[in-house]
């Protein structure tokens, strides 16, 4: 049974950082994208950034040059680092694995088919 645990939400000021952490177990995703998406309340889940094949990047623009996305792939995990937080950014933040594209890029939304429970994060003004 696949599981992405996320870590390291909770509440922070505005101009301040966190770091999330997703640790996979009952596959390994090394030849796999993984993703960070997010939903704010009353609004879509949208996507943040990805990790995929070839250490390739991809961010949402609302989150460009603020937060970095990276894996650990000995240790089967991906980490979002936030900066600059801004009090937009506030909302759920899930970890995802794109399991069906191997040396896939992560750019495909569709094909993120395991996900985690989400871990909240909040920026007060």
């Known amino acids: 049974q696949v599981q992405l645990i996320e870590s390291g939400g909770g509440l922070v000021q505005a101009g301040g950082s966190l770091k999330l952490s997703c640790a996979a177990s009952?596959?390994?995703?090394?030849?796999?994208?993984m993703g960070w998406f997010r939903q704010a309340p009353g609004k879509e889940r949208e996507f943040v950034a990805a990790r995929g094949w070839g250490n390739n990047t991809y961010y949402a623009d609302s989150v460009k040059g603020r937060f970095t996305i990276s894996r650990d792939y000995a240790k089967n995990t991906v980490y979002l680092q936030m900066n600059s937080l801004k009090p937009e950014d506030t909302a759920v933040y899930y970890c995802?694995?794109?399991?069906?594209?191997?040396?896939?890029?992560?750019?495909?939304?569709?094909?993120?088919?395991?996900w985690g429970q989400g871990t909240q994060v909040t920026v007060s003004s």
């Open positions: 995802a694995a794109d399991g069906t594209s191997r040396y896939g890029l992560g750019t495909n939304r569709d094909g993120y088919n395991y």
């Open positions: 009952g596959r390994t995703f090394s030849s796999y994208a």
